[in-house]
């Protein structure tokens, strides 16, 4: 995936908010792409890949849409430490 973007002339690519999309949106970044993280797809009637794909689409054109910025790799680590710690404090409190 990563030899066809960087192959492609540098475009728009929205894609949804998730685990790895922090580091997929610095990747392409590199590559001169803009990037933009939606928080969660509008989908109008079922959830499937391909309604998905078009609420992204849709989302990423519209100009007042809010999108989510993608976070650098230290303030990744920063909120790993502390989803961790959090979580030993609620087992603890458990």
């Known amino acids: ?3 066809f973007f960087a192959n492609l002339e540098s475009c728009l690519i929205g894609m949804e ?3 790895s999309s922090c580091h997929w949106a610095r990747k392409l970044g590199e590559f001169g792409h ?3 993280q939606l928080v969660k797809p509008y989908v109008k009637i079922n959830r499937h890949d391909m309604a998905e794909a ?3 689409c849709e989302e ?3 100009t007042n849409m809010r999108f989510v910025l993608f976070k650098d790799v230290e ?3 920063i909120l790993s430490i502390y ?3 959090r979580g ?3 087992a603890r409190i458990a």
Do not use: P, Y
Request: with cysteine; net charge positive; glycine share 4%.
């Open 75 to 77: 303030q990744q680590v």
């Open 83 to 85: 989803r961790a710690i």
């Open 54 to 56: 078009e609420a992204i």
């Open 34 to 36: 803009t990037v933009h």
């Open 17 to 19: 908010a998730c685990g």
């Open 1 to 3: 995936m990563t030899k």
């Open 88 to 90: 030993f404090v609620t």
């Open 60 to 62: 990423a054109s519209r």
